[in-house]
């Protein structure tokens, strides 16, 4: 019997050992998740614009 070792495929073969599971705490669309990273973008161009006033 002839065994034929396969390579692994990034994109086909994951292993995974439940590291980053926990660190999702909610599931939101990109429409929420963009006007959150837009509303944090704009209230830190606030703080240094006022740092430097």
Same mark, same amino acid.
Request: aromatic share 6%; hydrophobic share 35%; glycine share 4%.
């Given at each position: 019997?002839?065994?034929? /070792?396969?390579?692994?495929?990034? !994109?086909?073969?994951? !292993?995974?050992? &439940?590291? &980053?599971?926990?660190?999702? /705490?909610?599931?939101?669309?990109?429409?929420?998740?963009?006007?959150?990273? /837009?509303?944090?973008?704009?209230?830190?161009?606030?703080?240094?614009?006022?740092?430097?006033?």
């Amino acid at each position: 019997m002839t065994h034929t /070792k396969k390579e692994a495929k990034s !994109w086909k073969d994951v !292993w995974s050992a &439940g590291q &980053g599971v926990t660190s999702v /705490k909610t599931v939101a669309s990109i429409k929420d998740t963009v006007k959150e990273i /837009k509303a944090e973008y704009e209230k830190a161009v606030d703080e240094i614009s006022a740092k430097r006033a």
